[in-house]
């Protein structure tokens, strides 16, 4: 088999499509939590902190000295960006239990009674001898 078509096989699977659109909708669905994070939750942690902007918290290691920028240790990105990491986790979370929930009450659902199976050849014919039987000792 060819490499293309190989690779044509593996692109148009359905499962790969899924998970591209997957990956793209998570993409999209992290800028939102960022943009919640920084514009949403951490300005009122700020004030509650004396009008603290976590993303410009920073520890400076090194002072700039001529060229040379300064080096900072930036830990209020790095808050800000655990604060994401606990929304999203949360969210997915609570997706995934809430796909666990419906998937067992499906399997709590009844299913329709089976039919029971057909009876094998051994049982009609004993089926058939017991009839005949019933119906001699009838006439006896």
């Keep these: 088999m060819s490499f293309i078509k190989e690779f044509k096989e593996f692109a148009v699977r359905g499962n790969v499509i899924d998970m591209a ?3 793209i909708i998570g993409a999209a669905f992290g800028k939102i939590v960022s943009s919640f994070v ?3 939750v951490m300005p009122p ?3 509650l ?3 603290a902007d ?3 918290l920073a520890v400076v290691l090194q002072p700039a000295a001529g060229e ?3 080096v900072l240790l930036r830990y209020g990105v790095f808050i800000q960006t655990v604060v994401d990491f606990t929304i999203v986790a949360l969210a997915v979370f609570i997706a995934i239990k809430a796909i666990n929930s419906l998937k067992r009450k499906e399997e709590a659902a009844p299913a329709e009674p089976e039919a029971p199976p057909a009876p094998s050849k051994e049982e009609v014919l004993l089926t058939e001898i017991r009839d005949l039987l019933k119906a001699r000792a009838g006439d006896v």
Aim: zero cysteines; charged letters at 15%.
């Design 21 to 23: 659109v997957g990956i």
């Design 54 to 56: 976590f993303s410009e």
């Design 68 to 70: 040379t920028p300064e």
């Design 38 to 40: 920084a514009d949403v």
């Design 45 to 47: 942690i700020g004030l």
């Design 49 to 51: 902190l004396g009008n």
